[in-house]
């Protein structure tokens, strides 16, 4: 008589279990518009900005306008990040930095920072948006 050995089919079953749970679909990185802006009253003046091109690496633009933005496209794993400094030449003015990420598929989502002077006097500002990664 012959003896059936129990491990042989157990085995091959489980191998196969395996390959199937490890056959996972993947989800495609994600597209994000990043959008960067700085603005604030007629008394602030910008003396320069730093953004995150979406890789890590901080671009310098020198004495932006009112109103200044740039856009552009990232990827998940990238970062988002910017900064920016100037003076408030007459007292009691505002300045705002606001960041931007939209993904291709969802909601957009933002990080802004704003600072005014008070009182009438003149000073300088900071403005950051904390880095952070892209989903």
């Given at each position: 008589?012959?003896?059936?050995?129990?491990?042989?089919?157990?085995?091959?079953?489980?191998?196969?279990?395996?390959?199937?749970?490890?056959?996972k679909?993947?989800?495609?990185?994600?597209?994000?518009?990043?959008?960067?802006?700085?603005?604030?009253?007629?008394?602030?003046?910008?003396?320069?900005?730093?953004?995150?091109?979406?890789?890590?690496?901080?671009?310098?633009?020198?004495?932006?306008?009112?109103?200044?933005?740039?856009?552009?496209?990232?990827?998940?794993?990238?970062?988002?990040?910017?900064?920016?400094?100037?003076?408030?030449?007459?007292?009691a003015?505002?300045?705002?930095?606001?960041?931007?990420?939209?993904?291709?598929?969802?909601?957009?989502?933002?990080?802004?920072?704003?600072?005014?002077?008070?009182?009438?006097?003149?000073g300088?500002?900071?403005?950051?948006?904390?880095?952070?990664?892209?989903?």
């Amino acid at each position: 008589m012959r003896a059936i050995s129990f491990c042989g089919p157990a085995i091959l079953a489980l191998a196969a279990a395996s390959f199937g749970c490890s056959n996972k679909t993947t989800t495609p990185p994600l597209d994000y518009l990043v959008r960067y802006e700085v603005t604030g009253s007629a008394g602030a003046h910008f003396d320069s900005t730093t953004y995150d091109d979406g890789q890590g690496t901080l671009i310098k633009v020198t004495t932006p306008r009112n109103g200044w933005f740039v856009s552009l496209n990232a990827t998940s794993g990238g970062s988002v990040e910017a900064h920016a400094w100037g003076t408030d030449s007459a007292g009691a003015q505002w300045a705002k930095l606001k960041g931007t990420w939209t993904p291709s598929a969802g909601s957009t989502v933002s990080d802004s920072t704003v600072a005014a002077g008070s009182g009438g006097i003149s000073g300088t500002f900071a403005l950051s948006v904390n880095k952070r990664r892209l989903p």
